[in-house]
């Protein structure tokens, strides 16, 4: 019977960031759709071209927070949390620092940069995107310490609260929005200074938390070391280049469709159709972002433990969410364009070369999405196996190069219509490509690892490695029997015999206490590393949150019942070091005999 703990991780992991992403995408919908009613086309199309911010202010926010987070996991794996909170903090100031260089740069330059995103130069776009940057800069610092602390409050068991955090935002933006927006008349500058409103507030709903006794994860400026900053940064790239292609992508796009003809003159109706995709697109994204994010974090943590059996059980996670929750989606989206078309456009119904172009364009990239998906999610499996050079290629054509070509030469032959239909082909032909590198690679190898791009000794050969799931005390008695009796092992009997009954006793503690609490279904993922020289368990379970090592602190031998906690007693005599850490709600627990 196969564990649930990963399963589980995986789906609280992919909730909360789905929640977050289709939260920021509601927001661009939701801000498109009032541009569009109450303030006009040309105001919607510059903040389209605005929209570039978000891409680019995203750039330091994922850099930082993947960075963050994957160091986060590695150390907390290690169960060294003064490490992991010394990098949360770093990550923060840094984040801070750069987000409000961002906001001086857009206030001293605001029409250079309105050009740069793609503005005609000297236009009235140009001074409405100006408009909507400086409003939206406001709240810089805001979105990137929100982007960071979400990610480590979902680490730290706070998934609930990301996902409250994100609905809070969604209820904000919408207010600032029609009272600045459009009540107060401040038009794209308030539009801007709505969104920058909330995502301050949400910044600080999760400074709160980190500073909570709730919080495992504190912040810790005493002893503040900006030696992890260059591993953050590294480790961050990946993604930092994807946000870099994102940011390049749309520009490049701008300047493609603002130069196609349509019966032998410019026209920017086009650039109108771009903006409600544009609006859109975070629909799609936000699920392709959300699973790769999720095989990013649990596929870390199972790299990391070098847990071969539930890293594999993550991708095949991946592949089942892709075929049964990506595809129904996507064929939803597809069917409910021009439903989605006509709240963007009043007069559709006489408007019919806009209102037929905008469905097309809609349905060019929502179908765009099953191979988006699989990109992203290869993208950043490459990323989860230290692949970084590979994953950093990856993010570039995925994020960019693929869907600017494919909509430039398809746009030189169908106009408008090829442009569109770049984005879906230029994603099909990438997941080709993978496809055929991933099958390739299966049939060249008959090594099990090396067959999912892992090291040829992920596991090294000389030790001996038990990966098993326990849900009774039957399975866990039945273990510490084979791991009794177990042959071909450099260690003596007597401490083969010591690490029985120390799973024995931790694995009976955990079902008895921990399994009957809530009436759910719980499981037990129990790995150990047997070496010459020592032997390295490591239990993870999803019950409540119980910290050993808390407990041994206050533990004292009871003279009137000195048979109390002798188990936990015994395994504290048996060890050369106990550590424990929560990630996601799932307790882990290494003991080092």
Request: glycine content about 6%; some cysteine.
């Amino acid at each position: 019977m196969k564990s649930n703990i990963t399963k589980k991780m995986f789906n609280g992991a992919l909730f909360v960031l789905i929640t977050s992403q289709l939260s920021s995408a509601l927001i661009v919908i939701i801000d498109g759709l009032l541009t569009s009613r109450y303030l006009g086309a040309e105001m919607m199309g510059a903040q389209g071209i605005g929209s570039v911010y978000f891409t680019m202010i995203s750039f330091v926010a994922c850099l930082l927070s993947i960075g963050c987070q994957i160091l986060t996991v590695q150390y907390l794996s290690k169960c060294s949390k003064d490490s992991a909170r010394n990098i949360v903090t770093t990550s923060c100031i840094v984040g801070f620092i750069l987000s409000i260089l961002i906001t001086l740069i857009i206030w001293i330059f605001p029409n250079g940069v309105a050009v740069l995103f793609g503005a005609p130069n000297g236009s009235l776009i140009q001074q409405y995107v100006a408009d909507y940057l400086k409003g939206v800069s406001l709240g810089a610092c805001g979105y990137v310490l929100y982007i960071i602390l979400s990610r480590i409050v979902q680490l730290d068991g706070g998934g609930k609260l990301c996902t409250l955090t994100s609905i809070i935002l969604v209820i904000v933006d919408i207010i600032c929005d029609i009272v600045f927006g459009i009540l107060l008349k401040m038009n794209l500058f308030g539009m801007g200074l709505a969104s920058a409103i909330s995502h301050i507030l949400a910044s600080l709903i999760m400074l709160i938390y980190m500073f909570s006794k709730r919080c495992n994860i504190k912040f810790n400026f005493k002893k503040l070391n900006f030696k992890y900053l260059g591993k953050v940064f590294i480790n961050g790239i990946p993604r930092a280049v994807s946000m870099i292609s994102r940011s390049i992508g749309p520009i490049i796009l701008n300047v493609i469709i603002l130069n196609i003809l349509v019966n032998g003159a410019s026209s920017t109706i086009g650039m109108s159709v771009l903006s409600i995709q544009n609006s859109n697109s975070y629909m799609v994204t936000s699920i392709a972002y959300s699973l790769g994010g999720s095989i990013l974090l649990i596929g870390t943590f199972y790299f990391n433990e070098r847990n071969y059996t539930e890293f594999k059980e993550t991708i095949n996670i991946v592949l089942k969410k892709l075929l049964f929750f990506v595809l129904p989606f996507t064929l939803l989206l597809v069917l409910a364009s021009p439903l989605i078309v006509r709240i963007y456009i009043s007069d559709w119904q006489t408007n019919d070369y806009f209102y037929k172009l905008s469905i097309t364009s809609l349905r060019c990239y929502f179908s765009s999405l099953p191979f988006l998906a699989f990109n992203i999610c290869f993208s950043n499996f490459m990323q989860t196996i230290s692949k970084k050079v590979i994953t950093n290629i990856l993010n570039f054509i995925s994020e960019c190069l693929c869907q600017v070509l494919a909509c430039f030469v398809l746009s030189r032959f169908l106009g408008y219509l090829g442009f569109f239909l770049g984005f879906l082909v230029g994603q099909a032909v990438l997941t080709l490509i993978l496809g055929t590198i991933i099958l390739i690679n299966h049939l060249s190898t008959s090594n099990k690892y090396q067959k999912f791009f892992l090291p040829k000794d992920f596991i090294k050969e000389n030790n001996v490695t038990i990966e098993q799931t326990i849900h009774t005390i039957e399975e866990s008695i039945k273990l510490s029997e084979t791991i009794r009796t177990l042959k071909n092992v450099k260690l003596d009997s007597q401490k083969l015999y010591k690490l029985a009954l120390c799973i024995e006793e931790i694995c009976v503690n955990i079902i008895t206490h921990g399994f009957n609490k809530d009436n759910k279904k719980h499981s037990i993922i129990l790995k150990v590393i047997i070496d010459e020289n020592s032997i390295i368990l490591t239990i993870t379970d999803d019950c409540k949150m119980f910290d050993i090592t808390k407990k041994l602190e206050t533990m004292e031998v009871d003279p009137k019942h000195p048979e109390k906690n002798v188990g936990i007693r015994m395994i504290m005599a048996l060890s050369k070091g106990i550590h424990y850490s929560n990630i996601m709600n799932m307790n882990n627990l290494q003991i080092i005999i």
